[in-house]
Nanobody, 111 residues
Framework: QVQLMESGGGLVQAGGSLRLSCAAS????????VDWYRQAPGKERELVAH???????NYADSVKGRFTISRDNAKNTVSLQMNSLKPEDTGVYYC?????WGQGTQVTVSS
C-alpha cells in the first residue's frame, strides 16, 4: 500500500519561507496529479496547490505569487515552496494523491 510522508513544516515568522516535501513509498507520483491541502484550526481542509502529470499548476487565490508546487518524478517527491508567509497560512499541510493522504505537517506563522 502506498504511503505519503510530508516533512518540512515548522515555526516561522511572518515574511519567512518554508519548503514542504511529500515523499511516496512507491513510484506513484509520475502517473498522477498531486495536491497540497491545508487545514487551519476550526476550518475545513482547503486545496492550496495542484500539479498535473505534465507539470501544469494551479493555486488557491490566497497563495498565488507566494507558493510554488513542483515535482521530481525520479525521486518520487512533490514539494511546496512557501514564501512571504502570513499568519493566516498557519495550519496542517497535507499531501494528497488519488484518495491517499499523508499524516500532515504543521506550519505555524507568527506575527
Amino acid at each position: 500500500q502506498v504511503q505519503l510522508m510530508e516533512s518540512g513544516g515548522g515555526l516561522v515568522q511572518a515574511g519567512g519561507s518554508l519548503r514542504l516535501s511529500c515523499a511516496a513509498s512507491g513510484s506513484i507520483f509520475r502517473f498522477n496529479n498531486v495536491d497540497w491541502y491545508r487545514q487551519a484550526p476550526g476550518k475545513e481542509r482547503e486545496l492550496v496547490a495542484h500539479i498535473t502529470i505534465g507539470g501544469n499548476t494551479n493555486y488557491a487565490d490566497s497563495v498565488k505569487g507566494r507558493f510554488t508546487i513542483s515535482r521530481d518524478n525520479a525521486k518520487n517527491t512533490v514539494s511546496l515552496q512557501m514564501n512571504s508567509l502570513k499568519p493566516e497560512d498557519t495550519g496542517v499541510y497535507y499531501c494528497h494523491i488519488v484518495g491517499i493522504w499523508g499524516q500532515g505537517t504543521q506550519v505555524t506563522v507568527s506575527s
